[in-house]
Structure formats: structure tokens, C-alpha cells
């Protein structure tokens, strides 16, 4: 009797999908991940939330209340991006093949059939391919909201711009001798200070995270106010601690300092052209608040087979006939927001 290859269907792989643990990241893990929305429509509501500091009004006891204005608040409705992949087997590499570190010889039947083995963990293996690529993207999105206040994507079919209406103060670029790279003149910890006050003054909050590349950090530490600074308040950095759960996400903790704590995250991507790309500006320096609202969403998605699937990634196969092959797919719609904008400094310092 030859081997059959049967689909598994799009209920068992899209709940396979979901429980695929891929490496975490930290962008997306440790900013994002505090509120994850899965909608049940093609769209996101997208609330941008302008800052107020206005007080309350007095009136004389007595008198009709004071009508106020509502909250400032800029509401988009957003299609998120679609990602959508599909992978191809041949016969060939489902009948024939071995899974990585497999013998090349069947020896004995008592374990089972190897070959069948061999099929499922290759399907696997592909299926985690595709799931990591999307993780991958999601990482993609959620850096470069925080680096540029937006994103912009370049495909070979169509094009499309996600802008989150950043001030242009949140986003100050330091020339000439005051830039981090000039040790002498430099004044990171003004620098610093200074942010902090305007995004107090735009959101009431504070920034506690600070996220930069290892160069920004190295660059930050040979200022000659750095250093002077962490002398005078005897701030011994060997004694910060990076957790394993930091460097899974392949991110340390290097410092607090001004009550915000510092993070190195060397994060890079294929730009497509063969160019490994950091993920985080490699002349950025981020901060950001754990109080304000940054939220991930994941827009429905739609399929004939299965309807409607409400759910952050969605997986199926099928078997084409002429020629004989095996096709298995995986969708995910996401889109990070940063709901309160104002919350986050994306100063360029080198």
C-alpha cells in the first residue's frame, strides 16, 4: 500500500501555530505585550490620546457645573498589515526525507515508522519557520514605532505608512558638539533630565525604560558628565543585574540611572538585500513609559473554509494534485499602537 499524506486541517494547525514558542523579543515582549487585542473586524480603532493639563474649574457653590470639552483624543480606524505565507513540499521531501539528526538508514520497525516521524517533524520545522518570520515582523513594527513614531513598508505589490502623530519635540536630534559621540562637551545627563520634563509636562507620567544599542551605551559611558555624574553619586553599574529571561529576549540590563532603567538591545533583521539591519536606531537613544498605553492588536481574519477567525495567527494545508504537492499557509494581521504617543523620546544622539 504506498504512503498516505493527509492534511491535518486548518483547526488543528492554526492551534498548533499558536503554541509555537518562539525566541521573545524584546520591543514587543517587554512594551507592547501588557495589552494584546485580538478584534473581531478587519479594522483597529486606534486612539491617540493628546495630553491635558488643564485643572478644574472653580464655580460659585450654587451654580450649574461647567461644561467641559471631552478628553483629546484623535481616532483613526486602521487596516493592519497582512501577513500572509505559505510554504510548498514536494513529494520528494515528505516521503523520502529525514528529519535533521535522523539516521539515513531504517534499521528495526519496533519504534514506529521513521519516515512518518520525519514527515510530521519537517512540517513542523516549516510551520515554526513561518511563525518566526511573522514574530519577527511584529518586532519590526513595534521598534520602529518607537524609533520613528511610525513605519513605513516597501513591498514589491504595494506600499503602505503607519504614523502614530509623535510630536516633533518628542523626536530632537543633537548636533554638533553636543551630540554623545563628542565626550568633552556632551551632556547626556541634561540631556535627559530635559526629556523627561517634556514628557512629564505632555502626559503627566515619567519615563522609567530607556532602550539604546551597545554602541549608544559605550558612547553615553565616555561622556565626561557621565562620569563625573556616577562618581559623584557613586553608582557602581557591575552591580546591575540582566535577568535570563532579558537575555533570552537578547536584551541587558546595563544601568538606572535618574530613576530610569537602561537597556542594550542589539536586535538586527534581513533587509531583503542581504544588509543586516538593528532593529532599534543605532544612533537612538528611546525612552519610554511603562504606565502609558501601548497596546498590540491583531485584526480578524478571514477565510471560506473557516469563517471568521478571531485570533493572533492562522494556519491550513491542502494537497495539490498535478503536480503532487503539499502547501501549508499562515496569516496574522497585526498592528502595535502607541496609544499615547506623547509618552515616548526617540532622540538621535550620534
Known amino acids: 500500500m504506498p504512503p498516505q499524506i493527509t492534511t491535518f486541517g486548518f483547526i488543528t494547525l492554526t492551534e498548533s501555530v499558536n503554541k509555537i514558542v518562539v525566541p521573545n523579543t524584546f520591543v514587543r515582549s517587554t512594551v507592547f505585550n501588557r495589552r494584546v487585542t485580538t478584534a473581531a473586524t478587519k479594522t483597529i480603532q486606534v486612539d491617540i490620546i493628546v495630553g491635558s493639563r488643564k485643572i478644574a474649574p472653580f464655580v460659585k457653590r450654587g451654580n450649574p457645573a461647567t461644561m467641559l470639552t471631552q478628553v483629546g483624543q484623535k481616532t483613526s480606524l486602521v487596516e493592519p498589515p497582512s501577513i500572509r505565507m505559505k510554504k510548498y513540499l514536494t513529494p520528494e521531501d515528505l516521503l523520502f526525507s529525514r528529519a535533521p539528526g535522523q539516521s539515513m538508514y531504517v534499521v528495526g520497525s519496533g519504534n514506529g515508522d521513521p519516515i512518518a516521524q520525519a514527515r510530521l517533524e519537517k512540517i513542523g520545522l516549516e510551520q515554526m519557520d513561518m511563525k518566526m518570520r511573522a514574530t519577527r515582523s511584529e518586532e519590526w513594527m513595534c521598534c520602529q514605532a518607537l524609533s520613528s513614531g511610525g513605519f513605513t513598508y516597501k513591498g514589491s505589490e504595494f506600499e503602505f505608512t503607519i504614523d502614530y502623530l509623535m510630536p516633533a519635540a518628542n523626536k530632537p536630534t543633537l548636533a554638533g558638539n553636543a551630540k554623545w559621540n563628542v565626550s568633552a562637551s556632551a551632556t547626556p545627563i541634561d540631556d535627559i533630565t530635559n526629556w523627561k520634563k517634556q514628557v512629564k509636562k505632555l502626559t503627566g507620567k515619567l519615563p522609567t525604560r530607556a532602550i539604546m544599542t551597545s554602541d549608544v551605551w559605550l558612547q553615553f559611558l565616555a561622556s565626561a558628565q557621565v562620569q563625573n555624574y556616577l562618581n559623584k553619586w557613586n553608582i557602581k553599574l557591575g552591580e546591575i543585574n540582566t535577568t535570563a529571561d532579558l537575555q533570552t529576549m537578547g536584551a541587558e540590563k546595563v544601568a538606572r540611572i535618574l530613576n530610569i532603567d537602561f537597556y542594550t538591545y542589539d536586535e538586527f533583521y534581513d533587509d531583503g ?60 494581521h497585526p498592528l502595535p499602537t502607541l496609544n499615547e504617543s506623547e509618552s515616548v523620546i526617540s532622540a538621535k544622539v550620534l
Do not use: H
Open 273 to 332: 538585500q542581504g544588509n543586516m539591519t538593528s532593529m532599534i536606531g543605532a544612533d537612538k537613544f528611546i525612552l519610554v513609559c511603562d504606565a502609558a498605553d501601548y497596546r498590540f492588536n491583531y485584526g480578524a481574519i478571514e477565510d471560506l473554509a473557516s469563517g471568521t477567525v478571531i485570533g493572533q495567527y492562522f494556519s491550513k494545508d491542502w494537497i495539490e494534485n498535478d503536480p503532487s504537492g503539499y502547501y501549508m499557509l499562515v496569516e496574522s
